[in-house]
């Protein structure tokens, strides 16, 4: 069992778009929650629909829209705060985005960067994922339009690329039964163990995988590797569409909106058996 006020945050390290941070005094129940609420529940835009006027490109109709609707459109905060508290109301926005583009005198590379937009804020996150090449002659005009959604609709609506979490790892040496045979080194694939001053040490003990491969090379099982599961490590890398800050504290809020959601309910039920 845990309270509220044993949860410690620390930030292991983030920039924009992705982060590691450590939180202590939680269970793997909650920390797999907070990971489904980043893929599945965390909106953001997507094309949703395309109307295609000309297409004369190599790519069929639905494998030309499929690659725009997996294009990861930047997304409004104040429209995912909105979701979370008005889905349906949401929903209803729609973004509408242009491409016209003509190969006239040579082949062209259409790239996310011809789309254009009529919001300036709901742009593709980067202007050069490629869509498709046009052969001299060939055209495309096409209309998109994009929408809030979340990724337990359709993964094109997940904000994130990576959320994963980790025990605590925690190793340690026996220097009573190591011998220095330096085996956990070479076989480490993380870079866990260095050697200083003719002894080995436990370098960088976040890094560690709990592959154990360390453990099982250890002749005189000087190793001890286990997790802490009172104390996970979070790895989140956004598309784009989001930031990271956005991203946690957007799926921080779906997790007590569900939590208050669920009791609401239960009361209701205590209610009427009473």
């Not at 044993?6 to 920390?31: H, Q």
């Not at 709901?122 to 495309?140: E, F, M, W």
Request: aromatic share 6%.
């Amino acid at each position: 069992m845990f309270l509220v006020q044993d949860i410690k945050v620390e930030i292991i390290e983030a920039d924009k778009y992705s982060g590691k941070f450590k939180v202590s005094g939680i269970n793997p129940a909650i920390a797999n929650a907070f990971r489904r609420a980043l893929l599945a529940e965390v909106p953001t835009m997507a094309v949703d629909e395309v109307v295609i006027l000309e297409n004369t490109s190599a790519l069929f109709d639905e494998i030309l829209a499929h690659r725009i609707g997996l294009i990861p459109l930047k997304t409004d905060f104040d429209l995912v705060e909105e979701y979370i508290e008005d889905r349906e109301s949401a929903i209803k926005k729609t973004v509408s985005l242009i491409l016209e583009i003509e190969a006239l005198d040579e082949n062209v590379t259409v790239f996310s960067g011809h789309l254009k937009s009529e919001d300036p804020h709901v742009v593709p996150v980067s202007d050069s994922i490629p869509i498709v090449k046009l052969a001299k002659g060939q055209r495309i005009i096409l209309e998109a339009f994009a929408r809030l959604g979340c990724g337990r609709e359709h993964a094109k609506w997940q904000p994130v690329s990576v959320a994963a979490y980790k025990y605590m790892p925690m190793v340690e040496i026996i220097y009573e039964r190591c011998d220095n045979c330096m085996k956990c080194i070479d076989v480490c694939p993380k870079d866990v163990f260095d050697l200083t001053s003719n002894k080995v040490i436990v370098k960088k003990p976040m890094n560690c995988s709990l592959c154990n491969a360390c453990v099982e090379v250890c002749s005189t099982n000087a190793l001890l590797v286990k997790g802490d599961e009172t104390t996970i490590i979070f790895n989140i890398e956004t598309t784009g569409a989001l930031t990271f800050e956005e991203v946690v504290l957007a799926g921080f809020d779906i997790l007590a909106m569900k939590a208050r959601e669920f009791k609401k309910s239960v009361r209701e039920l205590i209610k009427e058996k009473t």
